[in-house]
Antibody
């Protein structure tokens, strides 16, 4: 089934960068892409981007273009998400979530499972 | 792309059935993408409940079921129990390459 374990909470000043890690275990990580999703306090989820297991394909949500970078360290089966130019609005819990997908007839199903436990990033001066 | 539309809150008494709707467009929910549903208790990570539009994830009670009609997907909880009190989110591929949308979330309250 697999497990994702994320790094601990971070407090950053505006303008700084943060790098969150997500270690994958219990499954063949080379078979699955990884997403990052964030949740501001009291709010819903916002998809940030996805990276393939080789680390050579990434796709980022428009809202984060130019500020987010996702990478893989295959030697440690750890994926990283770095967000730069932090603003107070970036205060949120950041989650990694494994991609799953299957073609069902003419439709395609994607779902996120498992999820990491979340990493709270607080941006404050 | 806008978030999918869910009611902010739904409530019911123990034993009752409730339904949470998730409305999108013909490009996402109404397209070739099948919706997934997630449950989140306060302070916890989301938990997959439904995938492939209607299939329950491992260990999820058969009191949870899902369906879709046109641009609206729905999650039904039958025999409502106190442990079902949580936030529920739908998710769909946005119809364009590498883009996913979430609903705004529905808070389920057991009266």
């Amino acid at each position: 089934q697999g497990q994702l374990v994320q790094s601990g909470a971070e407090v950053k000043e505006p303008g700084a960068s943060v790098k969150v890690s997500c270690k994958a275990s219990g499954y063949t990580f080379t078979n699955y892409w990884m997403h990052w999703v964030r949740q501001a306090p009291g709010q819903g989820f916002e998809w940030m981007g996805v990276i393939n297991p080789g680390g050579d394909i990434t796709a980022y949500a428009q809202n984060f273009h130019g500020r987010v970078t996702m990478t893989w360290d295959t030697s440690t089966t750890t994926v990283y998400m770095e967000l730069s130019g932090l603003k107070s609005e970036d205060t949120a819990t950041y989650y990694c979530a494994r991609d799953n997908s299957v073609v069902v007839g003419t439709a395609t199903s994607w779902w996120f499972d498992p999820w990491g436990q979340g990493t709270l990033v607080t941006v404050s001066s | 792309q806008s978030a999918l539309t869910q009611p902010a809150s739904v409530s019911g008494s123990p034993g009752q059935s409730i339904t949470i709707s998730c409305t999108g467009t013909s490009s996402d929910v109404g397209s070739y993408s099948l919706v997934s549903w997630y449950q989140q208790h306060p302070g916890k990570a989301p938990k997959l409940m439904i995938y492939e539009g209607t299939k329950r994830s491992f260990g999820v009670s058969d009191r949870f079921s899902a369906s879709k009609s046109g641009n609206t997907a729905s999650l039904t909880i039958s025999g409502l129990q106190g442990e079902d009190e949580a936030d529920y989110y739908c998710c769909s591929h946005a119809g364009t390459t590498f883009s996913w949308l979430f609903g705004g979330g529905t808070k389920v309250t057991v009266l």
